[in-house]
């Protein structure tokens, strides 16, 4: 038993040392593939699409928007907004006794009238946040922050953009152009900062990273170059994933006209961070991200955006949301390498086609699943890579099935052919010959010999059946010849092809289907959806020798009877006749029911017409279907020869 088992173990390794290297090369192209950044596109794209579709979010009441609209520009009749709106502005916001006040407006520069006053707010409110464009852009130009504001009420507006113009990350911290040892913080980390401070919880270094940066117990995950779906990305800087509000309502927002107004409750603006920013597509103060529902798609306003990044801090380390983290790479490796094991592995337990259809799509769906999961979780997890090598090695592999099945199919049929060559010339070097010379004889004799006619059937029969097997041999040949006097297309519905076969078959010259004067037939519509061309010839062929033989051994048969229909669930073919055995046969069955001996009965049964190879076929052809096949007695008289199978059951290859 011991070494059974290592000799199939032994033969299971060695199968798939030989068959596992194409699915092994696919894994490593995807790999290669991935780590090139050919797939970058497509995992960020994905990414964007798993956030997008999470269940919507409450909104965080900590941060409210006071969005500067188109209708508030046309209003003051210039732009930028003058700084005596803005001091107006925030000195109305004030009032609310708000935690923070983050300024997302640009302010190096005076914009008259009431440049002094702003100043003078600027100067009295410590909790103002004002911002600058710390980090060059592309004419190396950067952006003051208000000249009356202290650094620690400063913090910059720069973003982190990917290739195709999003922005998934949030920049925390980052040296200047002219001094690396300048180190700013960004406008929402100093917005989170001001609020947490009034929880008593302050900002400090990372333990588990120590470029990192913490509140409390909560670290924010750094980005390195090569995190989640990144390859080579430009992690200057202190950045994290932004994980944005899911929701279509993640923050309230008020207008200008609104405060002015004063038609707001105060308990929205008291005690929160208020943020002010222009919404005005005039103004251009865009963010482009696909894992928000904006405006537009892809496209919110620029306040809103940092909103999310500062909200995002505060949630984390108030609510304990998750920030977005990622696996190591040696385990984003194995997870792929497992997915394309599995694709592989596929073709090796599950042998037909449509089952491997069906696992590759189970296959498929899951990981997709598995990585949503996830990013509810806050992981970020490969998701296309994983999807590459499940469908590369899958289709490669249902590929080489049909190949496979092609090459065994010709094979097979080549095997058949040679066996029917064989068989032929066997017959043809030994019997044939021998009736040839019988034939010959009696045709020379003078007094014709009375079974002459039969000796010459039987040639002809002979070698009829011969140039029908060799046809039939071709399994993918759409017809079926029956005899040399007609030729059924297999395509035709199976109730139709069997009508032929019946018809075609009662024409033959047997002896007792001449004394037959009642028919009962019945043909109706089957379903075929699950049968080949191989079996409708094989099942026309069924009901061809069960007519040939009540023609043969019904002897005395008046009545036939033909069904061949649906009950219930089961289709089936019948073929009953009414004619006797022979004599001793009938003897021994009435002595057995006599005596009850159903041993007996069964046994004399099964011998009442021959048992051959047209009951070997019968049995196999049954096996093929999932059915039973049976010849048994008819009553009172006769023997009822039927074939059953499952209506239901679906075959495809």
Request: net charge positive; with cysteine.
């Amino acid at each position: 038993m011991k070494r059974d088992r290592w000799q199939a173990a032994k033969t299971e390794v060695t199968t798939w040392r030989r068959g596992s290297l194409p699915g092994l090369m696919v894994i490593v192209a995807v790999m290669m593939a991935r780590l090139s950044g050919a797939l970058q596109f497509w995992e960020l794209v994905t990414f964007d699409r798993f956030l997008l579709l999470r269940p919507p979010e409450p909104m965080d009441e900590r941060i409210v928007i006071v969005g500067i609209t188109e209708e508030d520009i046309q209003r003051a009749k210039t732009y930028p907004i003058p700084d005596r709106d803005i001091a107006d502005l925030l000195k109305r916001l004030q009032a609310y006794e708000p935690i923070a006040i983050g300024l997302d407006i640009v302010r190096d520069i005076p914009v008259e009238p009431g440049n002094a006053e702003l100043t003078s707010v600027f100067r009295s409110s410590k909790n103002t946040i004002g911002v600058e464009i710390a980090l060059p852009d592309r004419s190396g130009l950067t952006v003051e922050p208000p000249p009356a504001l202290p650094p620690e009420q400063v913090g910059f507006a720069d973003t982190v953009l990917d290739a195709d113009g999003y922005q998934r990350r949030s920049l925390l911290g980052t040296g200047t152009h002219k001094s690396p040892q300048d180190y700013r913080l960004s406008f929402p980390l100093r917005l989170a900062e001001s609020y947490l401070a009034t929880k008593g919880i302050e900002l400090k270094d990372g333990i588990r990273d120590r470029y990192a940066m913490r509140f409390g117990s909560i670290e924010l995950t750094r980005v390195q170059s090569n995190s989640g779906g990144y390859v080579r990305a430009d992690a200057a800087g202190n950045q994290i994933l932004l994980n944005v509000r899911s929701g279509k309502l993640p923050f309230r927002v008020l207008s200008l006209a609104q405060i002015k107004s004063g038609k707001v409750n105060p308990d929205w603006i008291r005690g929160k961070i208020v943020l002010i920013g222009i919404m005005s597509f005039s103004a251009k103060d865009l963010a482009s991200s696909g894992a928000i529902a904006g405006i537009n798609p892809g496209r919110i306003y620029g306040v809103e955006m940092q909103a999310h990044a500062t909200s995002q801090i505060i949630s984390a380390v108030l609510d304990r949301r998750s920030l977005i983290r990622v696996w190591a790479d040696g385990w984003e490796t194995l997870w792929i390498v497992v997915w394309g094991l599995l694709g592989m592995s596929l073709g090796r337990f599950l042998h037909l086609p449509w089952k491997i259809l069906l696992g590759l799509l189970i296959a498929s769906i899951s990981p997709i699943a598995i990585c949503y999961g996830l990013i509810l979780l806050g992981w970020w997890v490969p998701i296309v890579p994983v999807l590459l090598v499940l469908v590369l090695n899958g289709t490669g592999l249902m590929a080489a099935l049909f190949y496979r099945h092609e090459q065994e199919l010709r094979l097979r049929l080549e095997e058949r052919q040679f066996a029917i060559e064989q068989t032929f010339n066997a017959i043809h070097s030994g019997p044939l010959q021998t009736l040839v010379g019988i034939l010959r004889t009696a045709q020379g004799e003078a007094t014709p010999s009375p079974f002459l006619p039969e000796l010459q059937r039987l040639s002809h029969e002979l070698r009829a059946v011969y140039g029908s097997v060799q046809r039939d041999a071709i399994a993918d040949e759409p017809n079926l010849r029956m005899g040399s006097a007609i030729e059924l297309a297999l395509q035709a519905p199976l109730h139709e092809l069997l009508y032929k076969v019946y018809s075609n078959t009662l024409e033959q010259e047997l002896p007792y289907l001449k004394t037959i004067k009642f028919k009962i037939v019945q043909f109706d519509p089957f379903n075929t959806l699950h049968l080949r061309l191989e079996h409708k010839r094989s099942l026309c062929r069924f009901l061809e020798e069960a007519l040939c033989n009540v023609g043969k051994h019904a002897i005395e048969a008046t009545r036939l009877t033909v069904i061949c229909t649906q009950e219930g669930d089961r289709q089936v073919i019948r073929v009953a006749d009414n004619g006797r055995g022979k004599p001793s046969d009938t003897e021994a069955i009435n002595s057995a029911k006599t005596n009850c001996d159903k041993e007996i009965i069964e046994d004399i049964n099964s011998k009442l017409q021959p048992s051959g190879l047209g009951t070997e076929l019968a049995n196999n052809l049954a096996k093929q279907l999932g059915g039973t096949f049976r010849r048994y007695p008819n009553q009172p008289r006769g023997i009822v020869c039927e074939l059953t199978w499952s209506a239901k059951r679906r075959w495809f290859w």
